[in-house]
């Protein structure tokens, strides 16, 4: 998969660049995240909880930052395991430009997913993926503001995927049930973690995932606007989830394939 597109987001570039090292924030807005653990200046990694109809699990993923150039530049790599029925891997360079009162934050992302996850289909991943980062970037366009104005968020991101981005073009029905994310579990001491743009991460690999198909926020200050191809980068650790949640439904064979897709 190569996609390559851009996101903007109604604060300064450098309130920005902090939201994406707050790993309390980061936590809020991934839905079903559990854990965030820092293991270096440069590494961490995430655990989550997600549920596909009555079948839910904890699956684990990990990324790696490098080329930092705060608050303008970084390039982030990861890999997301779900066992034997599926993988993801791949690597995203993301850039901060200012834009007025707000910042544009722009995307380059290379990603593979192999195992039971490929035999999924573009359309099944794409609506999950759709769902899954219209939830994350909507919080994290509250968490950013409701910070700015000196207030906190009131409450962490919904567990359920399906319904949150309401302002979003509707996807495709997953044919296997809603897809949702286990209620999150208590909050994980991350030791003050500052991983830049693990968000953008977070969903660089989801997916496999392809085009995040319009969830807007507005706000007094200015306006969340998404190209319709920002799925790339937002969760790569729920890859692997996917991979292994519905390759359990699915007793189809392991194979790899490489994704493509150009953003239009």
């Not at 968020?153 to 981005?165: E, F, I, K, L, W």
């Amino acid at each position: 998969m190569d996609m390559r597109g851009e996101q903007r987001i109604p604060a300064p570039r450098e309130v920005v660049w902090r939201a994406l090292n707050d790993p309390e924030i980061l936590k809020l807005c991934i839905p079903g995240c559990q854990e965030l653990v820092k293991s270096s200046d440069t590494q961490m990694s995430a655990k989550v909880v997600l549920k596909v109809g009555p079948v839910s699990a904890r699956f684990e993923g990990a990324v790696t930052l490098s080329d930092l150039d705060p608050p303008n530049s970084y390039r982030i790599s990861g890999e997301g395991q779900g066992g034997m029925a599926g993988f993801a891997k791949g690597e995203a360079i993301v850039r901060l430009e200012v834009d007025g009162e707000g910042t544009i934050l722009r995307y380059e992302v290379e990603a593979q997913v192999g195992g039971k996850l490929a035999q999924l289909g573009a359309r099944l991943i794409d609506a999950t993926a759709k769902q899954m980062s219209g939830a994350f970037f909507k919080r994290f366009a509250q968490e950013i503001v409701a910070r700015r104005d000196g207030r906190q968020g009131d409450a962490p991101a919904s567990s359920t995927v399906s319904g949150m981005a309401s302002t979003a073009t509707p996807p495709a029905t997953p044919s296997h049930g809603a897809f949702s994310a286990a209620p999150p579990g208590p909050q994980a001491s991350s030791g003050g973690m500052r991983l830049a743009g693990l968000c953008v991460v977070a969903a660089s690999l989801v997916a496999s995932a392809y085009f995040l198909s319009g969830s807007l926020v507005s706000e007094p200050s200015g306006r969340i606007g998404t190209s319709p191809d920002f799925v790339g980068a937002v969760i790569l650790i729920l890859t692997a989830s996917l991979g292994y949640l519905f390759g359990r439904l699915q007793g189809v064979a392991s194979t790899v394939v490489t994704i493509r897709q150009e953003a239009g």
